[in-house]
């Protein structure tokens, strides 16, 4: 079987578990109120790529973990990114009228639901944490420590931070280091923890394979912000599913505003190869997690 083969069937899988819990876990929208209810499962369930829900899996297949276990933790990260995406849309924030090719959530059920929404979501998703049944035999230090990373990872020390951080280098320069510390915590975190709570289901990782897992995750979450950067200027509209060209239009500073579309290349290619190497600890296992480090610095324009 091909890798690309490989990653295909894992990402499919990916979407059925995670998209079967959060459909699960996402108060139907007859129950009351309603109205929120309904713009919670729309922001949910429209399509999505679910690269941070296939960590969490890859991470815990490479580890021999039961898939059943990673539904609650995929489900979790899943919560928090679409919060965040909801909340990102936001006139106040970037104002965006289409996500994953229709309409932002706040278009269609007003700015007040949207906030309301976003809230709703991220606090469920430490709902699904604590009270996701498959989890009753992970060691309850080790489930609180899917949380405080969860938290960590969502908050002010990371992808809020980094948003703060975005917002207010509108219209800046940015050296390279100023550029990366934004997109460590704006983009990095919530991935790096994807992968941290894949690794936290196993019982009995090593700290090199921790250690690698963690460094694997850290570059691969810087790469997929440049590749972010570059498709917001070759992409296009219909493939993204979102604007393209907002960032340019807004003055934001990005890695090909930073290196040029050649530099921004060259540095995601350099990132990549450093989280293939960090697997290294993973012996022949890991695969997919391989196939998704190659899948995001070469996403389709």
């Known amino acids: 079987m091909s890798n690309e083969v490989a990653l295909n069937q894992l990402l499919e899988l990916t979407r059925e578990r995670v998209e079967r819990s959060l459909s699960h876990w996402l ?62 849309d936001l006139p106040a924030m970037d104002d965006d009228d289409l996500r994953r090719g229709r309409p932002t959530c706040h278009k269609v059920f007003g700015d007040a639901m949207a906030i309301l929404a976003g809230d709703a979501l991220q606090t469920l998703a430490f709902y699904v944490l604590s009270h996701d049944r498959e989890l009753n035999g992970v060691a309850p230090q080790t489930r609180l420590a899917m949380v405080e990373s969860l938290a960590l990872a969502s908050g002010s020390r990371g992808m809020a931070g ?25 983009t990095g975190a919530l991935i790096r923890t994807s992968v941290r709570l894949g690794a936290l289901c196993c019982d009995c990782a090593s700290a090199e394979v921790l250690q690698g897992l963690d460094r694997y995750a850290k570059c691969i979450g810087l790469a997929f912000q440049i590749q972010d ?45 450093k989280a293939l190497d960090s697997l290294a600890p993973l012996g022949n296992k890991g695969e997919e997690l391989r196939s998704i480090a190659r899948f995001i610095v070469s996403r389709p324009r």
Request: charged share 30%; hydrophobic share 35%; glycine share 10%.
């Open 27 to 88: 108060p139907s929208s007859d129950t009351h109120p309603a109205r929120l209810h309904e713009a919670m499962r729309y922001a949910m369930l429209g399509s999505g790529k679910r690269i941070r829900p296939a960590l969490v899996y890859a991470t815990g297949k490479a580890l021999s973990v039961d898939f059943a276990r990673l539904d609650g933790p995929a489900c979790a990260v899943e919560l928090i990114h679409g919060y965040s995406l909801v909340h990102d």
């Open 162 to 186: 980094g948003q703060a951080i975005d917002l207010q280098a509108v219209g800046r320069e940015l050296d390279l280091t100023e550029l990366e510390n934004m997109h460590i915590h704006k």
């Open 229 to 273: 950067d570059i498709l917001d200027v070759e992409g296009s509209t219909e493939t993204l599913g979102k604007s393209q060209g907002k960032d340019h239009a807004r003055d934001k500073p990005t890695y090909t505003s930073l290196l040029g579309l050649d530099g921004a290349r060259e540095k995601a290619e350099e990132l990549k190869v």
